[in-house]
């Protein structure tokens, strides 16, 4: 497939970008260049969306630490971190970029139908395929002959697959909603649905904790649905009065985006996550085929929740860079807040891993045994660099998803995917150490070749970004003065 570049895609049909609150003025014949990006103006984009990811990430880590502390703690983990969490991100994965393409082409009523419409279909379908394996015989086939479940795991993964029916269906149309408020400058209102989220969870945690009759599966996977059943809520009433002042009556200022063009862009973007998702499932199944298998599923789900949540507000810069890089002279601001916000994510993992924290987050927060604890901080360690290298795909991706050429994400991916096999399989034929050590060093150096491989891609379209903001831009009038507004 091919890549769309910046001059071709009024040619596909696709909309440009435009930043949030872009101001750019021109006064007579000695106009006045707007003023260059600053880093606090992508600290105030980013900082609710960080906050947004930052919850979700705590999410991760509670649902644990409940689970930890009722009964069949160690299957219930490991059938919600090996087969239910792994399972579910899979079949969601092509609606996730819905954010992205939101974000990026949803600036009319003709855009926002054809998006809208897109969501609706592939989500009910994701949905269906859902129900298929979480109510069929088709589980046993995905769980035994694909995954390599243990027998134990089987019959609590099958309870959380049909708990968690509502997951897909309700993160399409919220990451379709986020896209808009996030172009339109309503960033908080990401914010508050994940607090609404979060809140949900932690309520049915609440009440499944006082009860402490159920298994944790069961009320893990109820709260983490009705969490983001809750979210999906808040975000269609938020986005009510954008898509009133915004989008509706709104025509397109060329040729309107088409059903075609959109697939053009959004494929690439599609199959990223999917490649990306799949790594999970691939180290649950790889780690059931090595030493100590059912320790290292049990540990795995906590591993994730703690790097995941950290890792997790670089992941917030994606859509600021999309939205910013049509303001003037963006790209220093971004890639000095990206550097310092990978070390700034890094560090806490570094402080953690070389003093007590660890150990103390490993036993007294998320409630391992001694031994799963020392498991845990054995493979911890290794991803320290995880959330540096989750910033800086960021700023690369999001320079290619503003250039619509998303191919070369995906190609990102399909590096990530490579490396994560190659260290997996070395655990398979080595059958040494735990299973979760190698899926810990699958999912760093993956990441690292995911890193370097989308920074290679976007070179030189951050030098085509810095190029035209090094040449002086022509006015829009004559002499007189003028004020062009683009607060889209």
């Known amino acids: 497939m091919c890549a769309i570049t910046p001059a071709a895609s009024v040619a596909a049909g696709l909309p ?26 992508v600290l105030v984009a980013w900082a609710p969306l960080a906050a947004s990811w930052l919850l979700m990430g705590l999410e991760l880590s509670a649902v644990g630490a409940v689970m930890a502390r009722l009964p069949d703690p160690t299957v219930s983990l490991a059938a919600y971190g090996g087969v239910v969490f792994p399972i579910a991100l899979i079949i969601e994965s092509p609606i996730i970029m819905l954010l992205a393409a939101s974000t990026a082409l949803a600036v009319d009523a003709v855009s926002y139908r054809v998006i809208w419409r897109f969501m609706l279909v592939v989500a009910g379908a994701l949905t269906a395929l859902h129900a298929l394996i979480a109510f069929t015989p088709l589980f046993d086939v995905v769980a035994m002959n694909m995954l390599g479940v243990p027998e134990a795991l089987r019959e609590p993964a099958r309870w959380g697959m049909q708990l968690m029916l509502p997951w897909t269906f309700s993160i399409a149309s919220r990451r ?13 209102a990401v914010t508050l649905g994940t607090v609404v989220r979060l809140a949900s969870n932690i309520t049915v945690l609440s009440a499944g904790y006082l009860y402490g009759q159920l298994p944790g599966i069961v009320v893990g996977c109820a709260g983490v649905a009705c969490g983001v059943s809750a979210e999906a809520v808040v975000a269609a009433v938020c986005v009510r009065p954008v898509l009133r002042q915004h989008i509706n009556g709104k025509q397109p200022a060329g040729d309107p985006l088409t059903l075609r063009a959109f697939l053009y862009f959004y494929v690439p973007l599609m199959l990223t996550p999917f490649i990306n998702f799949f790594a999970m499932p691939l180290a649950a199944a790889s780690m059931s085929r090595m030493p100590m298998a059912l320790e290292s599923l049990a540990v795995w789900p906590v591993l994730n929740g703690i790097a995941f949540a950290m890792r997790s507000t670089g992941y917030a810069l994606n859509e600021v860079v999309v939205a910013q890089l049509d303001l003037w002279r963006p790209v220093p601001a971004l890639r000095r807040f990206a550097w310092i916000l990978a070390a700034a994510t890094s560090a806490p993992l570094l402080l953690m891993a070389l003093s007590p924290l660890g150990m103390f987050w490993f036993q007294r927060v998320a409630a391992l045994s001694p031994a799963l604890a020392m498991l845990a901080a054995a493979a911890f360690a290794m991803t320290i660099p995880l959330p540096a290298m989750a910033a800086l795909q960021s700023l690369y991706q999001g320079v290619l998803v503003h250039s619509r050429r998303t191919q070369g994400i995906t190609e990102s991916v399909a590096a990530l995917l490579l490396g994560t096999v190659g260290v997996l399989a070395l655990g398979i034929a080595w059958q040494g150490p735990a299973g979760i050590m190698f899926a810990a060093a699958a999912l760093v150096l993956g990441n690292a070749a995911q890193t370097g491989w989308v920074w290679w891609r976007a070179r030189g379209d951050l030098a085509l970004v810095e190029g035209r903001d090094g040449l002086d831009p022509e006015p829009i009038t004559g002499a007189h003065s003028t004020a062009v507004e683009t607060a889209d």
């Open 176 to 188: 379709t909603h986020q896209g808009l408020l996030i172009r339109f400058g309503r960033s908080k």
């Open 16 to 41: 440009r970008a435009v930043g949030e609150g872009q101001s750019v003025s021109y006064i007579g014949a000695g106009r006045t260049a707007p003023k260059q990006l600053s880093m606090r103006q």
